[in-house]
């Protein structure tokens, strides 16, 4: 009996083992529960066209993830996207404000990022500043149908 007891155990423990590692793994794919660390900061930029951009894209400098896009809004005042990002707070006062800002593709139809490419003013960007200097995504069928009717004409 007192083995029985022992197996049912060890197997109980397993088995939450196992349903714990599932849980990490679907938060960990989703995106939900590994976010950003607690020290952020928050920039903006605003884009003419986002794509397919959408929250919780990374946000990378030489292709190493520095952040997340946390926010997309339409800017009532010119009628763009509003993107808002957090960085980790180590990046405070480390990027110049001529810091440029573009929506880049994983490959050639993978999902979208937020790349950012440091300038070299002497002022730099701290929490809450905007990001100016920004290029927005290509769109893949947009630059299939200029190629078509370029090839029409």
């Given at each position: 009996m007192k083995r029985n007891n022992l197996l049912e155990l060890g197997v109980g423990?397993?088995?939450?083992a196992g349903i714990l590692g599932l849980v990490f793994?679907?938060?960990?794919?989703?995106?939900?529960g590994v976010?950003?660390?607690?020290?952020?900061?928050?920039?903006?930029?605003?884009?003419?066209?986002i794509g397919g951009?959408?929250?919780?894209?990374?946000?990378?400098?030489?292709?190493?993830?520095i952040g997340e896009v946390t926010d997309i809004q339409l800017d009532p005042k010119w009628f763009d996207a509003?993107?808002?990002m957090q960085l980790d707070s180590?990046?405070?006062?480390?990027?110049?404000?001529?810091?440029?800002?573009?929506?880049?593709?994983?490959?050639?139809?993978?999902?979208?990022?937020?790349?950012l490419t440091?300038?070299?003013?002497?002022?730099?960007?701290?929490d809450g500043d905007v990001i100016h200097d920004t290029q927005q995504a290509l769109v893949l069928e947009e630059l299939i149908q200029q190629f078509?009717?370029?090839?029409?004409?």
């Open positions: 423990i397993f088995m939450l793994l679907g938060l960990r794919v989703s995106g939900l976010g950003m660390p607690n020290d952020t900061i928050t920039l903006s930029a605003n884009f003419a066209n951009l959408r929250p919780q894209a990374k946000v990378t400098m030489s292709g190493v993830r509003k993107v808002t180590k990046y405070d006062g480390k990027l110049s404000n001529d810091t440029t800002a573009a929506i880049l593709t994983s490959g050639l139809l993978g999902e979208q990022y937020i790349g440091v300038g070299g003013a002497p002022d730099m960007l701290h078509v009717s370029n090839m029409s004409k």
